[in-house]
């Protein structure tokens, strides 16, 4: 597992460039698109189960649903930030994305830092040191476990349950 690491305010045309948007649209078209305005080695090294880590205001400008596709087809684990961007923060669950709000893990994170994830128990541990965050909902998880939200409502209707 590999951290990538950023600063504040990366929004949506830097993790996926608007030039692709009407030309892109399944994750395989969108994945090595990824960040290659910022960084050009994302694409080519992300490995499934991967985090990816920024300051303040993540996922802000545009409200396109490529940037979520591309970073969940690619695998990335969790986006761990100080704070997200409400649009990218919607349609991150909806795809199942996990977003966790870390400030202090973020701060504390140098590159080479072990780093574990607890995302059921609220916890994250940089070079050895824990943070706690708010656990997420069990709805939240549960669409994420589905895979996103419509097949987490698929799922759901078949059972019959609301």
């Not at 990824?34 to 400008?61: K, P, Q, R, Y």
């Not at 930030?81 to 870390?102: P, W």
Request: charged share 25%; net charge negative; hydrophobic share 45%.
């Amino acid at each position: 597992m590999k951290v990538w690491k950023y600063g504040d305010d990366i929004n949506t045309d830097m993790l996926f460039p608007g030039k692709y948007t009407y030309t892109c649209a399944t994750a395989e078209e969108v994945k090595p698109h990824l960040l290659e305005d910022l960084d050009s080695e994302f694409a080519g090294g992300v490995s499934a189960g991967d985090i990816l880590m920024a300051g303040t205001n993540f996922g802000c400008g545009s409200s396109r649903e490529q940037p979520v596709l591309g970073l969940k087809a690619v695998g990335i684990s969790a986006v761990v930030a100080k704070s997200f961007a409400r649009i990218f923060y919607r349609a991150a669950i909806n795809q199942g994305l996990v977003l966790i709000e870390a400030p202090d893990a973020v701060d504390a994170y140098k590159d080479g830092d072990d780093l574990v994830l607890d995302v059921e128990g609220g916890s994250i541990t940089v070079g050895g040191k824990a943070f706690t965050f708010p656990a997420l909902p069990p709805e939240i998880l549960a669409i994420r476990d589905a895979g996103g939200l419509l097949n987490y409502a698929r799922a759901k209707l078949e059972a019959g349950t609301k």
